[in-house]
Structure formats: C-alpha cells, structure tokens
C-alpha cells in the first residue's frame, strides 16, 4: 500500500507500529490460553470416554440380553424405564469465549413392578443413566471445544496478521519514510550551500 513521505505520514506508522506491538503480545497470550484449555478439554473427554468405556464392559452381559428384545414384551421394554427429563448447562467464559457448562442431566422418575422384570434390571438402570450422564458431559466438552477452536483459528490470524505483515509493513514504511526525509535534508542542505556560495560570490 503506497505511503504519504511525510513527517505526519511517518508519526502516523510510528503511533501504529506502538500499537500492533502493544497488542500482540495479548493476543500471543491468548492463543497460548485456549490451545491450553483446549488440549485439557479434550484429555477431559478422553478420560470421560474411558470411564463410560469401563461401565458399558462392566453390564456388556446385560447389553446384550437388551438388544434380544425376546427377554420382555414391548409394554415392559427397558427403554420405556428410562427417560431424559432435561440436561441443565450454565454459561462460563474462557478467554472471552461464551461456552456451556455441564451441571446436571435429569430422568423422569418412573415406577416399575418389580414382579415384572429380573433382580438385576435396578443397576443396569442406573448404569444406563450414569452412561447418559456421560454421553451428556462428553458432548457438552466437545461444544466447548468446537467453541475454542473456533476462536483459536480467528486469534492464530490475528497473530499471523500482526508478526508477518502489519508490524514489517509499518517498520518498513517508517524505514522509507525516513529514508526520503533524510534525502530531502540533505538536498535542503546542499541547496541552502550553494546559493549560499552564489550571494558570496556575487556580493
């Protein structure tokens, strides 16, 4: 982009230059930050994962009875056992960025006859929910993530933006801007002696 060579055009880069250095190094922070938090989020997750991982091999035997659907009649099937009443986030702010946090995943209490289905059906229930629970957690995480990543690419720009082009053009256009200011003083110089050699020599 072409420059005014002048001293207000070169007071005007050097105010900018002050300014891009002073924000930089917050906006570095920052990207620093959420690739932190994102990096933890996602060790969150994995860990999250693995204790739901644990849990499903735990009842993998009475998974398995679920998925014949021969063991109960429809009326009395373990899905209609459990039921999401509703999933209970609150608003954190990481960085500046609005995220949502897991507080609690709620089921409707339903009753059962417990004539009608086999002693073990109350902790595979409460394992269901704990895994629900879990899913529940685990995709709140990964929105939090999707959040952050999406912040970290738009700072990561901010930064390039800053290092690899707005702070060389400002130091190179101070650079050209001084360097006409320069010529044109010497020019000024070698002018002022010469008609100053011109008045001697015609007095």
Known sequence: MAVKLTKNEQKLQKDRLKQFQRYLP???LKKQQLQMVIRQIMAEVAQM???QKHLVDAIQVWIAVFNENTVFEDALNLENLIKIDRIE?????IAGVSIPIFKELTF???TYDLDDYPLWVDH???SLREISSYDALVST???QVKLLSRE???TSQRVNLFEKVKIPEAKENIRR???YLGDQQTAAVVRGKIAKKKIVKEA
């Open 26 to 28: 917050t906006l570095q």
């Open 49 to 51: 994962r693995q204790k």
């Open 89 to 93: 986030k609150a608003v954190g702010n």
């Open 108 to 110: 409707l209490p339903i």
């Open 124 to 126: 595979a229930l409460e």
């Open 141 to 143: 995480l990964e929105q």
């Open 152 to 154: 970290l690419r738009t």
């Open 177 to 179: 801007i001084g360097i």
